[in-house]
Structure formats: C-alpha cells, structure tokens
C-alpha cells in the first residue's frame, strides 16, 4: 500500500514540474533604464543613459536557470545631457547611427548564483556586431503592484563593456575602452 501511495505522490510530483513553465512579463518602459559610464581622460566619469526600451522576460520562479531575456532599444533613445555629445556618439565616429538603429539582447543560458541572483549570458548586438556577454543579476522583487493591481517583477544588473568589441571604440585608451553598465527594470505579467 506504501509503494502505491509513493508512486501516487511521485507521479503527481512530476505532473506538477512538468507542468509548470515560464510565465511571459513585459517590460515596463517607463521604468526600466540601462546606465552606462566611462572614464573621460582620467579628469571625469562621463554618465549616460537608454531608456523607452522594450522587451519580455521569460520568468519561472521556481526554476529561475528556465528563465529567459529578450530586449531592444533605440540606438536614439541614448541621452547624456549634452546634446552635442549624442550628436558625436551618433556620427560615423562612432555608431554612424540613423533612425531604427537597435541594440538587442538575447539571453543564451542562465546560471543561478544565489537565492536571489544569477549569471544572464547573452547575445549582445550592437553597431551590427554580436558579442557574448556576461549580465551579473538581481531579483529585486515579486508581487502584486499596488496601482497595477497585476503581477509585478523588478530586476538590477551589471556588466563591463568594451567599446572596442563593438567597433566604436575610437579615442580609446584616453576615453576608456572599458564602459560600466547598469541595468534597472521593472515588468508586469503579460495580459492573457
């Protein structure tokens, strides 16, 4: 009788985890940012950010390596402050940028670090160029949005960038090759 209540149990376990699979959340525009900074000369740290970007998260809470990312932006979503060094970063010194120009990430695998963190590796394209790279990330939160009233998600990450990978790394190494990035969204449940 024991056997039986065990392959009972067993059977409706593994029902159960097959049954369960990533839930779609899109992004929330409006508060999700990548943040980028690089070192100007050795006198300044020189900030920028992209922002209006869209994209689905792939989210399976109770298997998180499941899990997968899908975003783009608007090379022209960049914003620094300065008009004229946007105009600099969109000229053929470096993006040689018109209207439509995207970057896109793709995650591949996802590495679980911890109880809220993971290793995203993805495909990065940007300027036409694909690199590998290496998104060090946080679960902030998960819950029920207080104005939403829907299934909510935020996320933060880090990576390091070299611009030379992406063919704009001119000035480079008096403009650090290297670049900083933050990555901060948020996402909601996707309407079924």
């Given amino acids: 009788m024991k056997s039986i209540l065990l392959a009972t149990t067993l059977a409706a376990a593994t029902a159960t985890a097959v049954a369960a699979e990533p839930v ?20 300044s740290t020189t900030f920028g950010m992209f922002s209006g970007f869209e994209g689905e998260i792939m989210f399976d809470q109770e298997d998180p390596a499941n899990s997968s990312v899908n975003v783009s932006m608007p090379l022209m979503s960049m914003f620094t402050g300065w008009e004229q060094r946007e105009a600099h970063f969109m000229s053929d010194d470096f993006f040689g940028a018109s209207e439509g120009d995207m970057i896109t990430f793709t995650s591949t695998a996802i590495e679980v670090t911890g109880e809220d963190t993971a290793l995203i590796t993805g495909d990065l394209t940007m300027n036409e160029i694909t690199q590998s790279v290496v998104l060090d990330a946080k679960l902030n939160g998960t819950g029920t949005h207080p104005m939403a009233q829907k ?7 880090t990576t390091t960038l070299k611009r030379s ?24 449940i996707a309407d079924s």
């Fill in 165 to 188: 990978d992406f063919g704009v790394g001119a000035f480079a190494p008096a403009v650090s090759d290297e670049v900083e990035v933050r990555i901060s969204l948020e996402a909601a």
């Fill in 151 to 157: 299934e909510w998600a935020g996320f933060d990450a």
């Fill in 24 to 43: 779609k959340y899109m992004l929330d525009s409006s508060h999700s940012q990548v943040l980028f900074s690089y070192d100007h000369l050795g006198y």
